[in-house]
C-alpha cells in the first residue's frame, strides 16, 4: 500500500534560516505529491503539489522537486519567517485512486 | 467562495452522547472527503463520497460511526454513541473531478472532546 514518511519534528529555526523538511514515499505507479500546511486552530491548506517525476512544485518560497529515483519530495524554502510557523505535512494521492495517504506532519517554530 | 464549512467548530460531549458534525462542501466539487486527525495516528480517512455516494468507507473505525450525504451541498458525521477514544479533530475536505491530481480543499475541523 501507499504510505509517506516525513522527518520527526520538531524543527526550530531563527528567522532567516535555510529550512528542509525530508519526505519519502512507497506507492505503486506515478502517484502525486503534496505539501499542506496547517496553521494553528485552522484546516490544512494546499502549500504545493507536483504530479511527475522531476516537476517542481513551488509556493510562497517554498519548493519541492518529485524525485523518483529517490522517492522523495523534500519541501525547502531559504529563509523562513515567524509567520512560517505551522505544521508540515507531506502527502501522496495514486493514480485513481482518490485517496489521500499523509505524513505525521512536522511541526515548524521560527523564533525572530 | 467561502470554502468547505464544517459545523460546529468545537464539541464536548459525555461518554454515550449522539454527536453530529457538519460539512458543507465548496459549491460544484463532486467529492467529499472526511478525515480524522489524532495525535497518535496523524491524519485518517474515514470515508469519500463522489456525486453524494460513498464510495470507500473503509476507514470508518466501528458501526458507531456512519455518514451521509443527502444532497450536493451537504454531508454528515454521525457517532452514536460517542466515546472519549473519539476524541479528535475531524475535516472535511472536498474536490472538483476524478484526477489524481486534483486539489482537496479542507475546512477548519471540528475539534471534538468526549468526556
Known amino acids: 500500500g501507499n504510505s509517506v514518511t516525513q522527518m520527526e519534528g520538531p524543527v526550530t529555526l531563527s528567522e532567516e534560516a535555510f529550512l528542509t523538511i525530508n519526505c519519502t514515499y512507497t506507492?505503486?505507479?506515478?502517484?502525486?505529491l503534496f505539501w499542506y500546511v496547517q496553521y494553528p486552530g485552522e484546516g490544512l491548506q494546499l502549500l504545493l503539489k507536483a504530479t511527475k517525476a522531476d516537476d517542481k512544485g513551488s509556493n510562497k518560497g517554498f519548493e519541492a522537486t518529485y524525485r523518483k529515483e529517490t522517492t522523495s519530495f523534500h519541501l525547502e524554502k531559504g529563509s523562513v519567517q515567524v509567520s512560517d510557523s505551522a505544521v508540515y505535512f507531506c502527502a501522496l494521492r495514486g493514480g485513481s485512486n482518490y485517496k489521500l495517504t499523509f505524513g505525521k506532519g512536522t511541526l515548524l517554530t521560527v523564533n525572530p | 467562495d467561502a470554502g468547505v464549512i464544517q459545523s460546529p467548530r468545537h464539541e464536548v460531549t459525555e461518554m454515550g452522547q449522539e454527536v453530529t458534525l457538519r460539512c458543507k462542501p465548496i459549491?460544484?466539487?463532486?467529492?467529499l472527503f472526511w478525515y480524522r486527525q489524532t495525535m497518535m495516528r496523524g491524519l485518517e480517512l474515514l470515508i469519500y463520497?463522489?456525486?453524494?455516494?460513498?464510495?470507500?468507507d473503509s476507514g470508518m473505525p466501528e458501526d458507531r460511526f456512519s455518514a451521509k450525504m443527502p444532497n450536493a451541498s451537504f454531508s454528515t458525521l454521525k457517532i452514536q454513541p460517542s466515546e472519549p477514544r473519539d476524541s479528535a479533530v475531524y475535516f472535511c475536505a472536498s474536490s472538483l473531478g476524478g484526477q489524481g491530481t486534483n486539489t482537496q480543499y479542507f475546512g477548519p475541523g471540528t475539534r471534538l472532546t468526549v468526556l
Open positions: 506507492a505503486t505507479g506515478y502517484p502525486s
Open positions: 459549491s460544484g466539487h463532486d467529492y
Open positions: 463520497f463522489n456525486n453524494n455516494v460513498p464510495i470507500d
